[in-house]
């Protein structure tokens, strides 16, 4: 199984962001949160913030869309480049329909769920996305502690993946840490979204490798489900 590590520049300096994206160069892809203030309490990118991110970032973005109405924004930032766009399903009536428009312009195709999102009305739909995100904290702040609650949604994710034969990324964001993407990983989670973990280490590329490391001793075969 691959195993990403996709640390999140919400935990970096935004300062020297051009830096701290190099001190990640080890990463799979940098994940970068975008609120509007509205479907989430906080504030962050734009667009115009994103581009500038995409020009100075050595690895590809993985853009997660905490944003109302992703059906007129989503599609703007696969056109910027983005490699990944991740949107709420709860943000949107159609969530095929954004999906299909994002892998129309080049982008993969990401559907989020909130912890308390019941995953059930989306597994036969898998095929639309290319990357299920479960929120293992409330979505709009850094910081939170990881809620073990969510890993049997992810578990019947992985499983059900698993059967269709699906190539299906699997990836948590929130509370992730040494301790927490072993959890994860068994549970089986591939793609990790990292912030303060990495960003608040002495080295932020030895984290990384030690995050890989972690993940890769507790990924599970969940064929083993069937």
């Known amino acids: ?4 590590i996709n640390p999140s520049i919400l935990a970096a300096d935004f300062v020297n962001m051009e830096s701290a994206l190099h001190s990640i160069s080890s990463a799979d892809l940098v994940h970068v949160d975008v609120m ?7 504030l962050t990118f734009g667009p115009g913030m994103v581009g500038r991110i995409q020009d100075v970032s050595p690895i590809p973005l993985d853009v997660h869309l905490m944003i109302e109405n992703p059906e007129r924004w989503a599609p703007g930032y696969a056109e910027l480049g983005a490699f990944s766009v991740t949107f709420h399903a709860e943000s949107t009536s159609d969530p095929v329909a954004v999906a299909r428009r994002l892998r129309e312009i080049g982008s993969r195709a990401g559907l989020a ?3 308390g999102t019941d995953v ?4 036969e739909l ?3 996305f290319d990357q299920i995100l479960v929120m293992t904290v409330e ?4 910081g939170q502690k990881f ?3 969510t890993m049997p949604k992810l578990r019947l994710l992985a499983e059900t993946a698993t059967r269709t034969g699906s190539e299906l990324w699997l990836q948590v964001d ?3 840490t040494e301790d927490t993407i072993a959890v994860a990983a068994e549970a089986g989670a591939n793609t990790f979204v990292a912030g303060s973990s990495v960003f608040a280490s002495d080295n932020p590329a030895l984290q990384i490798d030690t995050l890989r490391q972690t993940a890769s001793r507790h990924a599970h075969d969940h064929r083993a489900n069937r």
């Open 147 to 149: 809620m073990h609650e």
């Open 126 to 128: 898998l095929d639309e």
């Open 174 to 176: 929130g509370g992730i």
């Open 36 to 42: 509007d203030n509205h479907f989430v309490p906080n």
């Open 1 to 4: 199984m691959s195993i990403r």
């Open 113 to 115: 769920l909130k912890p």
């Open 120 to 123: 059930e009305p989306y597994l």
């Open 139 to 142: 979505p709009g702040f850094g």
